[in-house]
C-alpha cells in the first residue's frame, strides 16, 4: 500500500522506509520536471537493481528485472526522458506481472491535505481530506474522507469529529473516493472504534526488511510463522465515543491502498458493515525510491493480509457485504439506519461525492 513518512505503529506495520524514500498517495507531481535528464539505461538499471533486492517477492522482482535488462540492451528506452522514460518502464515491468502500486513516474506524488495553517504552504487540489462530516439525520454520523495523508490537522480533525458525534447511534464512514495514503488517520481512528482488542490483520514483508518495516508496540510475533511476518492488535480509547455505534463503510473501485486496509479491518473483524461496490485491489505496501532525472520508483515491499486464511486483497479488490452500485451506497446506508427510502435518497444527493467514483486506469491503459 501506498503511505508516507511513517509516523506511529501503523507505519511500522505497512511501510518500509529506505534511504532518501518517502511514501505519498495522491497523483501528481511534485516539481521535479526540471531535473536534468540522465541515462536512460542507467535508470533502468537502477530500477531493476532496485526490484531485484526489495521487491516483496524475490523470484518475481528478479523477473522485474530481468526484463528491464533485455529492454535496456535492445534499446527500448534509448532517447526517452522523463514522463516517456517513467511511462515505458512501467509498462514493461506490469507486462511480467500486474501490482496496483509498482510504478515508474516523474515527480513523486503530492498529498491532498486540509487546509490551513498546518497546512501553510502546501497546495491543496480538488476537495480536501475531510470533505464533509456531521449529522447527516438524527443519530446518524457521516464523515466522507477523500485522503489518508500525514497531516496533524487532518487527523486532529477527524479524531474531534468523531468526539462532537460521540451520540451517534449509527457511523457512516465514506471511502468511495479514498485512493489511500498514510497510516495516522488509521491509527486514530481504530482506537475510537473498538471496544476490546482486537485482532486486525497481519505484515509479511521480504525478508531482511522486518527491523524497518516491522516495529512498533501495536504488532506481535506469531507463534510458529516466519519473522517476517507479524500481525496488528488495535488497543481500545477507554475515553472513545463511538465502540458501540454501528458501522457502515462506503466502497467503490476507486477506494485503494490504506482505505483498502481500513475497510479490511472493519470487515474481517465483522466490527461493520462495508456497503457498495468492490474496492480497487491495491494492496502491496512499500517505498517511494528517488530516481536520476527527476524519476521516482514506488518499490512494492510487503503485504497486508487477512490472518484467519492468508488472504490478501491485491488485484482482486475486497468485496462489501452489502453489494450495491457506488453511486447507491450511501442511499442503502441510510436505509439500513432506518431512514425511508426516499428520504435516503435526497441526502445521499446533497452528500454525493465530487470526486470520481472510478478507478483509476493503469499506465498503458486508455
Not at 507531481?29 to 526490484?51: D, F, I, K, T, Y
Not at 510504478?103 to 506524488?109: E, I, Q, S
Not at 481500545?236 to 458501522?247: G, L
Not at 510487503?302 to 457506488?326: K, L, M, Q, S, Y
Amino acid at each position: 500500500m501506498r503511505w508516507m513518512i511513517p509516523s506511529g505503529t501503523m507505519a511500522a506495520l505497512v511501510l518500509a522506509l529506505t534511504p532518501a524514500s518517502a511514501i505519498c498517495a495522491q497523483e501528481g507531481v511534485s516539481g521535479a520536471q526540471s531535473a536534468p535528464a540522465s541515462e536512460p539505461r542507467a535508470v533502468a538499471e537502477r530500477v531493476a537493481a532496485l526490484l531485484q533486492e526489495e521487491y516483496l517477492d524475490a523470484e518475481t522482482g528478479k523477473a522485474y528485472a530481468a526484463r528491464l535488462r533485455d529492454q535496456a540492451a535492445k534499446g527500448a528506452y534509448d532517447g526517452l526522458t522523463g514522463a516517456a522514460l517513467a511511462q515505458k518502464l512501467t509498462i514493461d515491468l506490469l507486462a511480467v506481472k500486474d501490482d496496483a502500486h509498482l510504478r515508474v513516474r516523474l515527480g513523486a506524488p503530492a498529498m491532498r491535505r486540509m487546509p490551513g495553517p498546518a497546512s501553510a504552504g502546501v497546495e491543496v487540489k480538488g476537495p480536501p481530506t475531510l470533505e464533509q462530516q456531521g449529522w447527516i439525520a438524527p443519530g446518524i454520523a457521516y464523515v466522507r474522507l477523500n485522503e489518508f495523508p500525514q497531516d496533524p490537522a487532518a487527523t486532529e480533525a477527524v479524531r474531534a469529529s468523531l468526539h462532537d458525534h460521540r451520540s451517534a447511534k449509527t457511523l457512516i464512514v465514506d471511502l468511495r473516493t479514498n485512493h489511500g495514503g498514510a497510516p495516522d488517520l488509521l491509527d486514530a481512528m481504530f482506537p475510537m472504534l473498538f471496544s476490546t482488542p482486537t485482532r486486525l490483520f497481519a505484515s509479511q514483508v521480504r525478508g531482511g526488511m522486518e527491523a524497518v518495516a516491522l516495529a512498533g508496540p501495536n504488532l506481535r510475533r506469531v507463534n510458529g510463522a516466519p519473522d517476517n511476518v507479524r500481525e496488528y492488535w488495535v488497543k481500545p480509547d477507554a475515553s472513545s465515543p463511538m465502540q458501540r455505534a454501528r458501522i457502515f463503510v462506503l466502497t467503490s473501485p476507486a477506494t485503494a491502498s490504506a482505505a483498502e486496509a481500513f475497510a479490511a479491518a472493519i470487515k474481517w473483524s465483522g466490527r461493520g458493515t462495508l456497503i457498495g461496490a468492490r474496492t480497487a485491489g491495491a494492496n502491496h505496501m512499500g517505498a517511494l525510491e528517488m530516481l536520476d532525472g527527476g524519476l521516482t520508483l514506488f518499490a512494492p515491499v510487503g503485504r497486508v493480509f487477512n490472518p484467519a486464511d492468508g488472504t490478501d486483497w491485491e488485484g482482486v479488490g475486497i468485496e462489501p457485504n452489502v453489494e450495491a452500485p457506488a453511486e447507491q451506497a450511501l442511499t442503502v446506508a441510510l436505509i439500513r439506519a432506518g431512514l425511508p427510502e426516499a428520504t435516503a435518497a435526497s441526502l445521499a444527493d446533497q452528500y454525493r461525492p465530487t470526486l470520481p467514483m472510478t478507478r483509476r486506469p493503469r499506465p498503458g491503459q486508455v
